[in-house]
Structure formats: C-alpha cells, structure tokens
C-alpha cells in the first residue's frame, strides 16, 4: 500500500485542495498491489510456521543457493524440492543448518522429523521400496509444514496381510496419502478401509504400459473407494502439502 | 462372529472335552467375517448420521426401488447418485419422504439444503451453468453426509471480478471443491487465492479437444497452486465426499 | 484330403503309367486344405463336447439363426455370443432346446450350470453388480467348453472384507477369472492372495476418466501381483475360454 | 502366530482364571499376521522349488547383492530380473553358485536349463532375434519354478513356413508363450493353430508408430484368436511366470 | 485457357499496337487457372473410363442425386461412397441405370463385376464376414475404376489353414487390398507370403480396446513384412484406389 | 463503484467525523466490484457495436428465448451460437427482428452480411463442403463483431489450382480464417502463401483416424508455415473471433 | 522470369517466324518459377527490414555458419532458431556483429531490444521463470521482425495479484503472447481481461500428467476466453511471428 | 523336399512292399518344410538382382558384419538398414566393396546411384533438409531393388512454388514416396496434383506436438488426396521398398 501517498492526498482533499472527484479517481486507478491485498500478496508466506518453497526443478545451482539463502533470512522454515546433490551441497555451504535428504531431493531449513513412536496427524503409506522417493517427499513436506507424520513402507497389495497388519498404525491419521505405482491399487484398498481424506499419489514406478504413470494415474482416478482425491504422477510435494492443509483445518478455527 | 459355535467350542474346551490344538486350529481356519471385523463390514455405514449411497447407474428401475426402500427401513439418511427421473418417481412411491434432484440425477433421504446465509464447512465453486449438474452433486452429497454447504456458481476465469467479488463467501470454508470443465483453470486460480484443500472436480463440459473433460482433468493435476487434489471427471459426489471427509476432521477426534 | 484322386494316382503309378517324377510334382501341389491337415482345419470343432461359437454381434438375427440351426445338427455343444433378445427367440423358434441367457447375451445349446455346492475348476470373481453380465459371459463359456465354475459376485476392494471371506471358496480353483471395472485392482489383490493363474477381464464400466475400460485394462496389464494376464476389454467369452483351456490341461495328458 | 501367547491365555480360560468374553475379546483382537495366516504371509516363499525373486530395477547394486545373499541362506532357488552385468557380478562375489544371464539380465540360483530335446511342459516361442531377451526372461523363469521349456526363436509370421516347421515341438506344451514386437501377430497366428493357453508377450521393438510396444499390445489384445491372455510390455518375467503356474496346475491335485 | 483474349492481344501485339512489355505483364499477371493448366484442372476426370466420384457422408440425398445426375451427363463412369438407401433410391429415379450397393454402401453407374472366375489385377483379402462392406468398397471402386478384382473372404489368421488354401487364387494379382479389424494381423501373414504390394485397410470391427480401428491401423503401420503400406480406418475406397492405381501402372507407359 | 457511500464518507472525513485511517480502511477492504472496475465488469460488452454472445448448447430453448430477449433490449447486436432450429424459431417469436442460420446454428439481432464484392477485413476460407458450418460459423460471428469478411469456400488442397485461382481474393485480409477437416493441410499451404496472419480451425469432418478433429489440429498445430495459430476442433466462433480482433487492431490506436 | 527467352520468341512471333499457336504453347508450358511469380518465390524475404530465419535444430554448426553468412551478405535482418551455444560462436566468427542469446537459444543480425520503458505492439506475457526460454524466443523474434515488445514475466495465476498488476503494462499491446506450461491458465485469465488478439504458447515445463506440454496444449484450446489462439508446444519463434504478423496490420494498408 | 526319403518310399510302393495307405499316411504327416514351399522359403531371396536385407537396430556390430559377410557370398545385392558409422566400417574391412551412406545409415553392396538425368521409375519427394536421411533410405532401398529413382528435395508446401516447379521432374514415375514431417501435407498436395500411387512416409521430424511423428502420420492418414498409403514414422526402408514393388508390377508379368 502506497499509504504515504494515499494518506497525502486525502489530507489534500481534507484541505479542501483536490476535489471529491480527483479522489474517486485516483482509488480507481490505484494499481491491485497498491490497494495492499496482503492476503493474495504474502497469503503463503506470513503465516508462522509455514515453509517457504523452492521449486528447483528448472533452476541453476547458484540460483537454488541464492533463493534459499534469501528465504532463510527472513523465514525459520524453508523446503527446497526436487533438488539435486549439488544444490544440496551448495545451499549448506551458505546456510549451514540446511539439511540435504538424498532420497527425496529435498533441502530443508527447520525441519523435524516426526518420532516413529507419534500417532501422527498425516500418514503416508507407500506400497513400494521403489516409490519411497515420492513418500519420502511428501512426508517431509508435511512435516515441515507442521504437521506430524506416520510413515507406513512396503504394504502394496500383493501381500494384503502386510496392509492389513499395519492399518492400525495410520486409520487415526486425519489425512492419508497413498504413494504407489504400478496399477496404483493401494489407494482403492486403503481407502476402502479407512473413513479418512485420501490422498493418492501416482508415481511413474512401473514397466511397459505403465506409460509414465498414466496406469496408477488413472488407476487412482476411478478408484472405487470414496474420499480419494488425486495429485500429479510423482507429486510428492503436492500430496504432503495437501494432507497438511486438510489435517489443519481441525485446529484452524 | 458366530459367537455361539465358538463359544460352544470354548465350553467344550474348558470341559476338557477338546484339546488346545483343536482350538487352535479353529481360530486359525474362521472366515474372516467371522471374526466380526466390524469395523470393516460395517465401517461405513454404521455411523450415526452417515447416509448410505446407491450407485443408479447400472441398475433398473426396480433394483433402485427395492434398494432404496430397504435402506430407508434402517437409516435416517440415503443417498442415490445418477438416477433419471423416472427411478425418483418409483423411489417416492415407496419412500414418500424421499426427494428427488432432477438437476444433479439424485435422490436423497433425510437430506437438510444448507441456508443461503450459513457459512458452510464445505464450499462448492463452479465455473458455468453447464456444470452445475455435477456442482449440485457435490453440494447435496456433502449436505446430506452432514456438512453445510456455501454455493458459489458461474464465476469462471473469463470473468475473473465475479470470483475475486464472491471470494470472502467461501475463503473460510474448511475445503473447497471447485467444479470446472473446458480448460479447468478455475481450480488453479482459487488454489492461489486461499490456503483451504481444494478438491478439484473436472466436467466433461466442452467442445472438440476438450476430449470429454480430458483437458480439465490434466489442466488440474497440473495445476501450479499447491493444494489442489483431483477426483474423476464428472464425478460430483466423489468431489462432495471427499471435500465432507475433510470438513469432518476438525470436529473428528 | 482327396483321396480318390490322390490313390487312383499312385495306383498308375504302381502300374506304371505315371513317373515318379510326376507322383512327386503333384504332391508339391497339393492346395494346402487338400493335405488333410484335419488339425488345422477342424481343430476347434471336432474335440467331443467342445463347442462351436458364433459370433453375433455384426450379423443379422436371420444369419444367427441359420447358422445356430446349421452347428445345432451336427455338435451337441453350441454358444452364440454378444446375441440380443430377439436373436434369442429366432434361434429358440428353430431349436428349441437352446436357451438365451439374457444377462450375459449368450445362446446355448448342451449348457449345464455348474451346482452351487461344486468347487469349480474354474472361478469367476466379479467386482461389482455392474460387471456382471461380463462375468456371466465368462461363466457359461467355461461351462459349455466343460469346466465346472465357480461363481463368487460383488467382492470389490472397497469393501476388502468380502473378498477375504469369499477366499476359500475359490482359491483352489485350477484357473480364476477376475472381472472388474473402474481401476480393477480387484486383479491385483486375487492374484496376490492366490497362487493361480488369474486371467483378468476389464470391464467397460466407469465414468469419466475410466475412459471406456482403459483404466481398468492398464491398471491389470500392471498388476503388482505376479500371475496375471488379461484379455480385451468386456471379453467374458476370452477370458472364460482361457480359463478353460488352463483348467483342461490337468487332464489333457 | 503368536501361538505361547494365545496357549497361555487358553490354559488360564480352562483353569477358570478369565471368563469366555475376555477369550473372545482377545481373539477378535489379535493383529492380522498372528493369525498365522501362512498361507498369505510365506504363501508364495515356503513351497518346495518355487524360487524367491528380486526386481532388481529400482535398487542398488549393494541392495540387490545384500538381499539375493540372505535369500540364498534360506532358498534353494533365487531368481533376480531386470540386473545388469554390474549386479550380477557383485552377486556372484558371494553366492559363487549364482549365474549371471546377461541377455536376459537375470541372476538364478538353482536354475536348470531344459534339455534341448525335452518336450517342456512351458514353451516360449519368439518373433525375431531382438524380441530374445524377453523371451530367455521369460524361459528362465519358468525353469527355475520348476517347468521345463520348450525354445522356439526367430517364428515371426512375414515367414511363416518357419514357423509352420517348429509347429510340432511346441504343439503339446501346457502353456504357450509368444514373444512378439512391432505388430504382435504372431500371437494370433500361434492361437489358431493350437489349443493351448497362449500368454502374449508385447516387446517394444519396433519404430515409430510401435509407440514403445502399444501396437503390439492392442494387437495382442485384439486377437482374433481365442484362449490369448496378454502381459505388460517387456514383461517376460510375468509371461513365463504365469505358463508356469498354467502348466503345474495338472499336478497341482 | 482464354485463347480468345490472348490470341487478339498477340495479333495486336504482332501488328505493332502494343509492345513486348504489355504483352509480358500480361502474361504474368494471368489468373491461374486462365494458364490452362489442363493437367491440374481437370487431371482426374478428363482420362477416359476414368470415374467421377461423390463422397456423399456429408451431403443430404437431394444433393446427392443432383449431383450424381449432373455428372451421369458427362460421363459413363460415376461412383458415390459412403451412400444410404434412401440416396440411393433417389439416384436410381433420376439415372436408372445406376445401381445402389447395400452392403458397400456404394451407388455406381457402369460399373462391371469382375467374373469369378478372373484372374484378377487387384486382389481384395478380407479377413472376416463383418469386414466385408468395407472390402466390398474396395473391390467395387478398383473395378469400377477399370480394374479386374478377385475377391478373397473369411481368411482371418485365425484359420491359417483357409488363407493358404486360397492363397494361389491372388498371389499373382499386382495389388492386393488387406481388408481386416480386430489386431489386422492379416496384413502381416500376406505381405509375408506374396512379393506384390500390399495396401492394407484397417476396419473398426472390434470390441474394447480395438479403439475404433486404432489396433489394427497400429498394427498394420507396424507390420514385420515389408511391401505394405496402409489407408484410413474403414477406408475401402482409398484401398480400392490406391490398389487400381498401382495395378494400372503396368500398362501406363 | 458504490460512489454514494464512498462519497459519504469522503464528506463526512473532510468534515472530520472520521479520521485518516478509518478511510484507509475502508478503501482496502472494498469489494472487488465495487472498485467500479467497468473495465473489467463489462469489458466485452460496453463497447459500442459489439455484439453480445449466447452458448446455447448447454441450455434449454426457454433459457435461450429469454436470455437473448433481455440482451435484445439493450444491445443492437447479438449473438447465439450452437443453436437448433427450435431455439431460433423460439428466439423468432420474441425478437422478430432476429435472423436463425441453419447452417451455422446461429441466430443473430443486427447482423450484416457483407457484399460479395467487397474485399473484407476477414477472409474465410473453407476447405470442403462439409466444413461449411464451421466456416459460416466464423464468417457470421467476425461479420456481428464489425468486420466484413470475404468467403472462399471448396479450396482444398487436393484440387490446388481452385485455392491458386481464388487467392487474390483474400491475400489483402488482414486476418485469414482457414477451415479444414482430414488432415488440415489446408492451413499450411495459405500460410506458405500469404503474409498474413492465419486462424486455422480444425473440424471433425473425417473418418477412423482423423479421431473427431484430432489430425487436424495435430496438423495444424504442426504446420510448417509460419503465422498460423490454431483453436478448438469445430470452434467456427472462436477462429471468427479471434480474426475480428485481429482486423480491428489497425484501427485501434 | 526468363524474360530473354520469352522476349526472343515474341520478336520472332512479330516477325512473322513462328506462329501464333507456338507463342501460346510456349506460354502453357512455361515452369511456374519461371513465370516470375515473385510474390511466392520470395514473398517472405524481399520486404525491407523483415528478418530471414533458419531453423538450426537438425543443422551442422558448419551448415549453421554458412547458411548464416550468406543471408547476412544480402540481408540486415537474420534470424536463426534453436540454436547452441557453439553455433552461436561459429556464427560470430563469420559474422561478427551477430549476437548470441543463449537464454532463448536464438543467433540475431540487426536486432534491437525494446527500450524497457516502450509501450509495446506485441507483449509477451509468461508464467514462470521455468518458461522464460520460450517467451524469450517469442519476444526476440518480434524484435527483429520490426515490433516493439513488452516483457512481462513471472505472473502466473497461482499469484493472481502480480498478474492483476502488471496488467497496465500490456493490455494495450496489439497482440499479446502468453507461455505457460503446466496447466497453462495464464491463457484463459489473460484473455477475459484484455480484448486483444491473444496466441498462446503452451511449453513443455511440468512434470509426469502433464506429458510434455500436452496439458497446457489442451487447456489453451479449451479456454473459456475468446479470442485466444494457440500455436505448437514450446514455439517461442512462432508465437512471436505470429503477434509480429497481427501488430503489423494496423499500419499495413 | 526330402526327394531322397519320398522317392524310396515310392519306389517301394511300385514295388509292393508298402500298400497306398502308408504312402497316403506319410504324405499326410510330411513337415511343411519337407514338401519344398521354395516359394515360401526363399520367395525373397531367390529372384535375380534382388537385395538381401539386414536390420541392423538391435544387433551388435560383430553381428552385422558377420551376416553381411556371409550374405555378401551368395548374392551380389546385399542391403542393411538403420547401420550405424562403426558397423559400416566393421562391414568394409571384410566386404571391401561395400559402401556405407551415413546420411541414410545404410550398408550397401551392388548398390548403382541413378543418375541424375535419369527419369526414374521411383520418385523421392521431400519436404526438407531435416527428412533427407529418411528420404535417402528410402531411395537406395528402391535403388539396390532394381528401380531407378528420382531425388526431389526439399519443397515442403510452406513453399509451394518449389514444389510446382519440380512436378514436372516427377510426374511420369510409376510410384512416389512422399517423406514429410511436421504436419505431413506434402503427401496431400502431391497426391492431389499427380495420378500415381503415393507412398507417404512420416518423419518423427518436428516439435511439442508433433509427438514423434503422430501429426504427420495422422495428417497422411487423412490425405484428402486419393491413392495415398502410409508406411511407419521414419520407415524410409518400407516407402522404398513398397515404391520399388509398385514400379516393378509393370514388367512383372
């Protein structure tokens, strides 16, 4: 909000100076961030607690370690995704207390990882060791978000007693992400099972005509189970953040 | 549980008359559903306020008749999805409280329409009057599962001042499903706008590559605002339920 | 093969009257049907209480009913597939002993519905009521080729109990036959329960993004469970016909 | 199954110290696997002769020698898919028994290659030399379940005498399985010749409009011919392991 | 050409009443078409025997008759495609000499069917009764274009047996047509078996995941045998055409 | 804008009843709309002359007869597009005036069309008979937004000389609308040829794999021409549209 | 125009050697070019200060460096595409006042920036910095084609208020570029804000679903806003000819 | 034919020492291969001049080189497509005679390039300088087959004057291969100017949406042009070939 300028015109206009019509105007014409939206304009970041996120996906090196330090500055929490060995490194060198997870390819500053012993408020269960990637991206997104995490490996379908042994450990979760590949099954069984917001994450685990994803994407997609939703094919940042903003929402009011 | 036989067995057994190996052997081979997994035989239909749900699609006339009758027999609350006009009427014949919603293809018992006024728990967006028959199956299936419901319709991105006019209406819902079809863009647009889970619901609204709501659905996997989760194309009550699975957690533990 | 011609040859040859040289271009000749390769040319039909199939879905009800009258004279053993009602009742008009079976689309002739009580060589496991006529269409296949079935119906993953408590009935089935539609995961959850061949059909059923079966077909094309294999969409007849084939083998040596 | 736990629990009931409600409850409780449902848990590890397996995709080689090593204490068959040259040398290092296959980028324990001239109970028949890796996939691991296979290479249809030749060493096997790129017909041209279960496998060989084995697939999946079943591109493993499971069902009661 | 215009201009020109340069921009300037480019002009319908063709799909039967009329006048040779009854009824009351195919869906005016008994130029194979419009649209536009066609039905590679039988009736045709749905493996096994041009047509007979045509278009593309080259899904004209015009290249120089 | 409550308070704080920062306040928190954003609010249809636009195909008749009456009294140009005939003759009834075009499926109040002698802002050039709806379409709909359109119809490219001879018709438009079905190459040779800017429109016209406009608009979208740029399948307004804006630029400024 | 030859002949027509109809036959035969239809042969590289282009992607840097070096011996403008940094090099040794833009990957002869202060013809709007490569190549080729262009970066919709206030920037450009990749929004929002000719330029940044520029392709063809059209995935150089081609008709006539 | 084998028995049936019945028998049950289908076996490979073809894409260079070493000892033609620098050179050192074409990736021996001046009975039409190496393999494979070929390159339609003044170089082959990528229209609009067959070959060619070569085997699908069929994407070896086979049908009888 230019208030200097808003103010000095209204105490023109009290003054008698410019007329009612000149001040009609001018908040007409007021530019949108001029009107000081500071909810649109810092609606993410302001909020305490909340991290601060680095796509780095299509950024140099020296970009991802600039932007992170920046971000540190002013913020406790900072989650860097999709982030090579390099970047992590980088970004330590200049913000030591930043953290490099290798197999999520995540950076992050504030970071606390739940205790295993936690009944945890998000769970993200994954069906298999190659899809840990993805759930490993996501549970620390939603951890570094603030909420609590129980993560729940290797329970794919082609051993329905390992699922079902497990189910105990995450059905009290207020958000459940499923991470699977393949057909992508897992989140029609989990949400069969459990009364609980699922979010399903597709990943591009799978050979042949699992064409990227698009198998357990569309798998997902027509899950007979109610309450599951869907991200993008490999999105594990938006699935935790996802689970975070609905496990939220118990306290938010 | 066959309570009786086991226990039959355990007298039996306390009797001396079987050995422990018997029993043993008679708890290892039980039908699971004997084993009264209540919890998941009955988890989702027992819950007090919780409408069971009947899927029209494929069944006669009759079929959803007899369904429903019985369902109304020990429920307060069902719920049938994709029925033409002519299974409401043969609905009403038998369940003469039930009504039927020719815009959303529903038929509803015990369902409460959310006052205009109220702020909903649930929020359901939609682009254009062509969506509003999947819209108002996600209003009344979030209603009907016991959500209030904040209606916001015909606020597309082509005139984006409607949406940012109606915004304060629905930015404290607890989710939000925003319902869309050609292009989808409005689900990324609301994403950006408020910190709520949006349950994004694609339609099949459109012309030529619009692919029977292809477009929306991958305009809303990928969409750039964090947040945002995706049901099937079309499907109104899986948006709907999802979107009172969330509202639910507040109030759920 | 044509004998006569063939003999009266090698009879002048015996006599004589031809060279070998001529005996030996002839028999170079031979049209290929002439060869008698009886294997080739009647392989399907000529098995006692194998079937003859037709199909009838791009043919007239006067052409099914001729060539159902045709097979009826000289098998015991008929089927016409994808047939309408009015097919039926044309065939029924000229053999009466056939019978139409108007869920699965089928005529019969020599049918016997396997009892109850019988623990099948082959199972049919169905998903939802939706699938049925798919699954039905598998069934009487496998019975009118010579299996006994099993049929166990509405054991979806969404409801996981069901399927666990319908386990025993099937599971020592020589072949099982999984028919589902939406994401059809039910394929992956049969097939890591059981240690049998599993052929899986993909049904037509969903909406949206099921995308008139595809859903389904990947999602069993990528089954995590090890044992799968899958036939065209909505393909009862293949599926059944596979899972007879498979089950015959036991006694085919 | 916890069995010292539920003993005691039974003995203190027939000692009269706890009352038949509290063995009730106790026994509705107990944790999935200690049911002792070894059936699910070991159901596919603890048979005689039937190998454990490893996909070796998504793992490193350390994780793929580690895990190979602790299988081989315990089994006498081991099978790996999908390792390169690398994995299988690092194998070799400390199960010296184990076999490295590099066109079929397989490691095995306790494989014995079918002789030449048996008539295999399993035959893998392929199109052309560079659908071969697919096929020995698929050709070991029906040997190391305990099949013996029938080789049939380079029978692709543009010449079809070829295969017309080979017809009688494969005509008698139990299960079939063709390994086909490019258009796959050579699984329709194998099913109308025999009646045999036929398992197709799609290669992605070919160019272009192959579109990395989809052409192949529909077209396997379209057969003309009936009693083909398909498995996912590339897929060998899946391919042999189902003929396996086809061909031991004649012994299997 | 306007001769008339341009020859008064020469004959000015040549008498000295205008000079070079007007007579060169006129001639550059000259419209296109007034170039007499006879060859682009009127390059399909000026050559004698040669037929004029209606695609009438899009047009109403008055337009069809109209034009079917128009073009009678002027020559002996007129095929319409893609015709219904009604059309052509109505082509019939104003040309009675032409004739309506019901199962091409053809209307022909001096169209002569090639004897049985003929050796054909073109071969028409098609691989089962439902594909038989489609290469009876093929047959009839290759003869009516001038060709002689022999007409090879029902030999679908399922029956191999059938093919080669009748393979020595069209292995000596210059062209032959493929007509097949399904996976089209036809196309394959006669490109394989003949050293002649293949064109092959795929139809859109089939179920599932045939795609409308999709399976057998990719399958054809994708054909092992060299020499075949293929049209549109269904299209029989384009097969007929290109076939007439590849068997008419012998006698063009 | 709520100028009279602003204005108020404008008053009553130059009368010092409030202070700075309760205007400040209140000028932040204004709605949206109320910021009297006419710009945006009625950005399309407050300019004079230009028409007003109805979707009809997602409405009912009645919706559509009394959504283009009230724009009926207050614009001189409207437009309705995806019409049937029954809501152009119900459109009729109340707004005399109004004209329905059957072709096209528009109805339109103050429509001109332009003079077949005038050189228009816009060309439409159309490809075959069967793209003439969309090409009427895009003519009429850039003909009721100001531009005067010149329309080139039959000229597709396998007659080349047609489009050769009719190109100085409209090589001077300052937008040029192509309309083509198949496979669209229309747009690449205009495009060659003329330096203008040009709007291919795809069309579903054609059969098996032009996929419903899908290999025209591949096509087009992959044009080797520079300046083509490309809308949805069938979507005659949006190529009319987009070619009236570009026309109505050069008078813009 | 072989005007030698043809004037000859008209000399020998005059004087009387050669007869009226040989003039005429030579003209009917003269090859196109040879007519001097200069408009085509070099209609796009004879307008003063319009830029020659080369598309490096399937060149040699040799072939690069020459074609370049040639075109700048007769040109002021040059223009080469998709071009890497050591064509870039190699160029600026031939030509050393070419420059390399390594961002856009483009090599320019006589390009001049727009001052950043400019109100430009064309704006090219993008969404992320992931896209700026594409709409750097968009802007730069309308550089050099003769437009003034405004830049306007990172203005995505997931922060609607950056886009909201950059809007007075470009909503009076003649033609306005947008590129976005993912869900590709940006197109849809731009295009209900501003009336002006809109192209979009879908590109291939985003991950797994959104399959390589398709998503964005799609939503941009679906927009619900008029006037927007779309040119191919990642087309920077066509999007920018394109706006080029549009701003320049107002002062065309 | 095993002559030797069948001759006995003969002359032991002249000789009465077996009766007709065995004769019969052994006729019945000789192999395929057995009864010398030279026509099948060698049908390819036995014609005079005709090339032995190797493809190279999934073979090993000692692989190549060692069947083009042993090829090269019995015919005088030998051909291997898709060949890589270093398996041209490994080819060289044990065929000195053979010539590798890197452009084209092609090992030849006995290959004669037409020369220029020659009217070939094949025409090579190309769009552009990017499709050469198809383009190329294309007219050595007609070449080394026997045909004479006429190269035409680069006169894609964006520049359509080139292209209409070539058509006269030619318009008089027996069959033309049309290679194209992007869109593909070169085979309409050839196919629209000449009457011959048109082979249309799609390169893969292109950017974004061109996906490997769909457009442009989408675009040539859907030629509104008569007498064109498509080969696969980049299959230049299959255009030759067909073209080759189409040229040769003149003498051929």
Known sequence: M????????LERFRAGEVD??????????????DLGFAKIDYHRGIRQGFAEVIYCASKTTEQVREIFRRLAERSDHVLATRANREMGMAVKDVVPKAQYHEVAGLITLGWKRTPES?????????AGTSDLPVAEEAAITAE????SVTRVNDVGVAGLHRLLGELHRFEDARAVVVVAGMEGALAS??????????????????YGAAFGGLAALLG??????SGVSVVNIDNGFGGGYAAHLIASQASAR
């Open 118 to 126: 936690a009944a945890g408020e998000v769970a993200v269960v994954c």
């Open 2 to 9: 230019r208030d200097a300028a808003l103010e000095r015109l």
């Open 189 to 206: 069984v989990v949400g069969g099972l459990i009364d609980k917001p699922v979010i399903a994450v597709p990943t591009s685990v799978g």
């Open 20 to 33: 009612t019509d000149t001040v009609m105007q001018y908040i007409k014409k007021l530019p949108y961030d």
């Open 220 to 225: 997902m997609l027509n899950s007979c189970a």
């Open 144 to 147: 570094i978000m603030g909420s």
